[in-house]
């Protein structure tokens, strides 16, 4: 059973020349089967972790671990780390030109794999899979989120996701910005996954929305680069009722 | 030598005289971006002709192929030419290398025209006739390979109704400097297309120009450049619609990497004239780049120039893009290593131009040429 361990973790961001302090501590552990959500206020460092975790060169980790099954995460590039089983859904997916969807899910299919899929069964896989995600069959053959819509962009994560089977999924936002129907897709997307019990799934979000699609174990709030509170289920319920202030103040910087 | 109106965009209207074009200072449009410092001798005329570039036509049957002197009318089909470097090419070459495809012969086979260069040191002058007569069909491939200091003209003169398609491949040493002109001009009907492929060379300078000579000719003019550090590539192209009718698409995508000690430029010119009579045109013209590194200066002018208010369609676009960290990161998070992540995106990216091709063989070389550039690219 996989696990990520994130301890102390501390991680600063060069800003025009300086250097901030966003993360100030964070200690999680992710185990496979689990669902965490982490949630917190814009802002706080909910995607500083999660591109920290994922290797993001911008981010600078000053002290702290991070391993997956016992592996140091933190000695291993970015590439590596996808290959270890780690996946991140990216709030922003960035465009890639001239690089179609079809030919970058069996390039990444190949790198996570470790040997290119048969192409028969590889393209039956990939059709379901966009099937069940109701994306039109017309998409592979688009550019990587070139043009794509909000809703296409986050069905596109959750299709690779699905099709890379990650130990550990970091999804970050993957509900902002989506409609009802695209909502739906994704959370479903999401459970699927999660009900293999294979991955450890981490759910980074501002809304508690999502959850009442994705049922999550743990949550986990998020304030000024440090989770202040952790709890089950009902503490999104609690949030929804009264929001972060109530953690913003205890935890007023120093 | 006759002027024309339009002062920065040459014509086919012109002259076999070097002496009738002034020695370019590097104030003038057609010169303003290139490096005349390193054109060795070959635009002010000083270089000595010594002419050790090979050339070897491999032709099947239905081809002729001759080497005429400059003076032979087989070498002068085309009117003189529009730019002093051209001009010298064309008088200071020791012969004209003739290629015909007769009329109403089709191709199986491509026609290999191999130029291949001793040294760069001396010059070489060239001038490549290319005689396309009514309705045939051809594939001529122009491989350029080896060490040159060279300026040469190409002419292609398609007749009524053929299809011609004509690669241009300078995948030249390092050390090469390469000033071309390779002209179409185009009949009644015909379809021709044109791609040149530029990936080695110091200094590489080319100027492909289309002219119509009747109605209904169309033209596709694609490019491929691939400037790597210290590397100048110029592509200056001239479509020049003067009779009604006609068609022509213009596709360029250059990819540059270079260092902070040896950086790289490219310069991609679209000059399209669509003259008062053309009515009728259709045209579109098109260069993007691909910015791998920082030291790396792409220039792209689209020109567009309508004289007349019924055109069928006009239109031009230009879009340099940096492949930046971001997609980067976003690759490498899906377990694609820096290499692959480049690999992928610079193939992508060529790929609608190398499809052009249609030679098989061709097409998988220049892939893994175009890969190979990408290689020792430090990340
Ligand atoms: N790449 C970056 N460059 C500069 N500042 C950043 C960068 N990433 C995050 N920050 C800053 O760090 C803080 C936390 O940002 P982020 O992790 O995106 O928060 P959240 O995802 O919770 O909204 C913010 O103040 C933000 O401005
Ligand atoms: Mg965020």
Redesign the pocket.
């Known amino acids: 059973m996989a696990t990520l361990e994130v301890r102390d973790l501390h991680v600063s ?1 060069d ?1 025009d020349g300086q250097s ?1 302090q ?1 993360l100030r501590g964070v200690d999680l552990t992710v185990k496979a089967g689990q669902t965490h959500a982490i949630m ?1 206020p ?7 972790l999660a591109y920290s975790i994922a290797g993001h060169p ?1 981010y600078t980790v000053d002290s702290g671990s991070i391993t997956l099954d016992g592996e140091d995460v933190l000695a291993m590039s970015v590439d590596e780390r996808a290959r270890a089983g780690m996946f991140l859904a990216m709030q922003y997916p960035v465009e890639i030109p001239g690089v179609s969807v079809s030919n970058f899910l069996r390039t990444a299919a190949t790198a996570i794999r470790g040997e290119a899929p048969k192409l028969r069964t590889w393209v039956k896989e990939v059709r379901e899979s966009m099937d069940l995600l109701s994306m039109d069959p017309a998409f592979a053959e688009r550019n990587v989120n070139e043009g794509f819509s909000g809703g296409e962009k986050k069905r596109h994560e959750i299709l690779q996701m699905e099709l890379l089977k990650p130990k550990i999924a970091l999804l970050d936002e993957i509900d902002s910005g989506l409609d009802v129907d695209a909502l739906r897709y994704v959370s479903e997307g999401v459970n699927r996954l999660a009900a293999t019990g294979e991955t450890g799934l981490l759910l980074i979000t501002h809304y508690t929305r999502i959850l009442r699609y994705i049922e999550p174990d743990f949550v986990h709030v998020f304030v000024d680069g440090v989770i202040a509170a952790s709890g089950g289920k009902d503490l999104a319920q609690e949030l929804e009722a009264s929001g972060y202030e109530k953690y913003q103040k205890l935890d007023s910087p120093a | 030598m006759t002027q024309t109106t339009h002062e920065h965009v040459s014509s086919l209207i012109g002259s076999y005289d070097p002496d009738d074009f002034p020695v370019p200072s590097g104030r003038e449009e057609q010169w303003r971006f290139t490096p005349l410092k390193q054109l060795r001798g070959l635009v002010d005329g000083s270089a000595a002709a010594s002419n050790t570039m090979t050339i070897a036509v491999d032709a099947p049957a239905g081809v002729r192929t001759e080497q005429v002197s400059s003076s032979d009318e087989r070498a002068r089909i085309l009117p003189g030419p529009t730019d002093r470097a051209a001009a010298l090419a064309a008088s200071r070459t020791s012969n004209v290398t003739v290629v015909t495809i007769e009329q109403d012969v089709v191709l199986t086979e491509p026609v290999w025209i191999r130029c291949t260069g001793a040294n760069s040191v001396s010059a070489t002058f060239q001038h490549i006739v290319i005689d396309v007569k009514p309705l045939a069909q051809a594939v001529i491939v122009i491989d350029r390979s080896g060490s040159v200091c060279l300026s040469d003209l190409v002419d292609v003169r398609v007749a009524d109704g053929a299809q011609v398609t004509v690669v241009s491949l300078q995948d030249w040493a390092s050390d090469s400097v390469h000033l071309g002109q390779q002209r179409h001009l185009i009949g009644r009907d015909v379809s021709c297309t044109s791609v040149v492929i530029t990936l080695g060379g110091q200094v590489v300078r080319l100027v492909p120009t289309v002219v119509y000579d009747a109605p209904g000719g169309s033209a596709h003019m694609f490019g491929l450049f691939f400037a790597r550090e210290g590397q100048f590539f110029e592509h200056r192209l001239f479509v020049d619609h003067a009779v009604p009718n006609c068609t022509s698409r213009v596709t360029y995508k250059g990819a540059l990497q270079g260092t902070e000690n040896h950086p790289s430029h490219t310069v991609w010119i679209g000059d399209v004239l669509i003259r008062s009579q053309a009515v009728g045109t259709d045209t579109y013209e098109i260069n993007r780049n691909l910015v791998l590194t920082d030291h790396a200066r792409a220039d792209s002018v689209p020109n567009l120039e309508i004289e007349t208010g019924e055109v069928a369609g006009a239109g031009h676009a230009s879009a340099t893009g940096r492949f930046d960290d971001e997609q980067l990161f976003y690759l490498q998070a899906r377990g694609i290593t820096a290499e692959e992540a480049r690999r992928l995106v610079v193939r992508g990216f060529f790929h609608e131009i190398l499809q052009q091709i249609g030679i098989e063989q061709l097409q998988a070389r220049l892939v893994a040429r175009v890969e190979g550039e990408l290689e020792g690219h430090g990340v």
């Open positions: 961001v800003a901030r966003i917190g814009n802002g706080s460092g909910k995607s500083t911008k």
